[in-house]
């Protein structure tokens, strides 16, 4: 069985596949890379008359090469079945002169939902395949669409347990509404006093923690991640750039080789990040545009070379996008310094005692070769979303709106562009509906989603217009501090 995987910080100790998911992060903080992408040519032939199960067949099949050709099957079936309100999975239309890629047709209505219908089968074959009955508990932070996605995605999954912290406060009223609202016997949700970066901050402290690692080792649980800092999580989201392009070759909009521009909303990097394998793969991609809100620190960094986190937390109406360190550019600068693997330590290092990092002049040079950037603050998101409606009779959420803006923002270069839309309208349908022009400030969540629905003539997903019906079970809050003993209390509880 290949080795594949080893840390953004060391190249020793590598692991298959299978046991870079189950870790989900290296044991020096680092995270799982592959060398081997880089010279990995992904088949690309037929990509205009080819599926989304085949192309995620193609992606699994490339990058998790210790998993079966049956067992990449099983797993993509499982993933991607009636669970998705539409065969094609992630869809591709019609945005004025470009396109929109929509990622929200998942059962939690967010693009998190590609990538964590999968992982629960990726773990399920990997934990087999391991063969000592250990359990596993998914323990993840969120700033608000990857919770419900982990927990919708993982309730029930035998031998499995999944613990969500989110920023208390700082997350939509539906969205906090679909965590707490989570059935399953093997889950437990907590929200934090403090922002995404501190829950995340935390949750690496927890997987670094010798003393409960060793504790929950005697009791057999081991602990893993369902964010994008799990390369089981990564993967599979390089499947819709792939598809998203072979739609455009369908269309005609396209021919085979054409290169093509992808705009992301962007909060840890993760989802366009995806983009940059697919190019890796050999997927003609131009421009990654990445397009962050007023907490643009990314936008900074790629502008500069100086990432910086020293600047104030902005609460925004895209509140998965609020956040100021971005775990997964930590794998593009990998691969961008040549895989030196020292000088990635130093900047994470730098970035954890100093706040913040310099790249050298030639490594920007080459970050600025395939990305570029933008953001938008809260009154052009409005104004986008607005705009959008009555311009193209488009309805967008608020995380779409930033990468439309951003897009509209910069000159065409030729090329067709394809903006991903990363969830719902009604996901956040009170700030949705106020860019509108209505009044919502004595409007509940749930009469602002009636009255979307009103104005617009759309439906409301039933996943969501549910809630108003649904009880709330997970009423904890806690300091960030008392984070690592909610998940030892959790993984008692759940595997007793």
């Known amino acids: 069985m290949s080795t594949f995987y080893h840390s953004t910080r060391s190249g020793t100790d590598p692991v298959t596949s299978k046991q870079a998911i189950l870790n989900g992060i290296a044991p020096d903080g680092g995270l799982y890379v592959s060398d081997a992408i880089t010279t990995t040519a ?136 679909q965590m707490v609202t989570q059935r399953g016997s093997n889950v437990a949700v907590c929200g934090i006093r403090g922002n995404f970066d501190d829950a995340q901050t935390e949750v690496k402290r927890i997987f670094a923690d010798e003393g409960l690692r060793s504790r929950l080792a005697a009791n057999g649980t081991v602990l893993s991640s369902a964010n994008s800092i799990n390369v089981g999580r990564l993967v599979p989201q390089v499947a819709y750039y792939l598809y998203a392009y072979g739609r455009l070759a369908a269309a005609g909009a396209i021919a085979p080789g054409d290169a093509v521009d992808f705009c992301v909303p962007t909060g840890n990097f993760g989802d366009v990040l995806a983009g940059f394998y697919a190019k890796l793969l050999g997927l003609p991609v131009g421009r990654l545009i990445v397009a962050s809100n007023t907490n643009n620190v990314l936008t900074d960094f790629i502008t500069t070379g100086t990432y910086d986190r020293r600047r104030p937390f902005h609460k925004t109406i895209s509140p998965s996008m609020d956040i100021l360190v971005s775990s997964n550019l930590e794998r593009l600068l990998y691969y961008l310094s040549d895989g030196d693997v020292e000088l990635v330590a130093s900047y994470m290092s730098d970035l954890a005692e100093k706040g913040l ?119 904890d809050v806690c300091d960030r501090d008392m984070m690592g003993s909610f998940v030892e209390s959790a993984c008692a509880r759940v595997f007793a």
């Open 42 to 177: 992904l088949d690309l032939e037929g990509l205009a008359s080819a599926g989304y199960h085949e192309v995620a067949r193609r992606v699994l099949g490339a990058l998790l090469p210790d998993f079966t050709a049956g067992e990449v099957a099983a797993c993509v079936e499982a993933a991607y079945g009636d669970n998705f309100d539409t065969p094609e999975v992630t869809p591709v239309t019609p945005l004025g002169a470009d396109w929109l890629l929509e990622l929200y047709h998942g059962p939690t209505c967010a693009f998190k939902d590609v990538a964590l219908q999968m992982l629960p089968q990726l773990m399920s074959v990997a934990r087999r395949g391991a063969g000592d009955g250990r359990n596993v508990m998914i323990v993840t932070a969120t700033s608000g669409d990857t919770g419900k996605a982990a927990l919708e995605g993982f309730a029930d999954v035998e031998g499995t347990g999944v613990t969500v912290f989110y920023p208390a406060g700082k997350v939509s009223d539906v969205q906090r509404l």
């Open 357 to 475: 990092y310099t790249v050298s002049p030639q490594l920007l040079a080459r970050l600025q070769e395939t990305f570029a950037c933008g953001w938008a603050d809260d009154e052009a998101t409005r104004a986008t979303i607005r705009s959008t409606w009555e311009g193209e009779h488009v309805l967008i959420d608020t995380h779409t709106a930033v990468a439309k803006s951003v897009l509209d923002a910069r000159p065409s270069e030729g090329r067709e562009r394809v903006c991903l839309s990363t969830a719902s309208p009604y996901k956040f349908s009170s700030d949705v509906l106020a860019a509108l022009g209505r009044d919502t400030s004595n409007l509940d969540g749930f009469t602002c989603m009636d009255e979307l629905a009103r104005l617009t003539g759309t439906v409301a997903p039933r996943q969501l217009s549910s809630l108003r019906d649904a009880r709330e079970l997970h009423l």
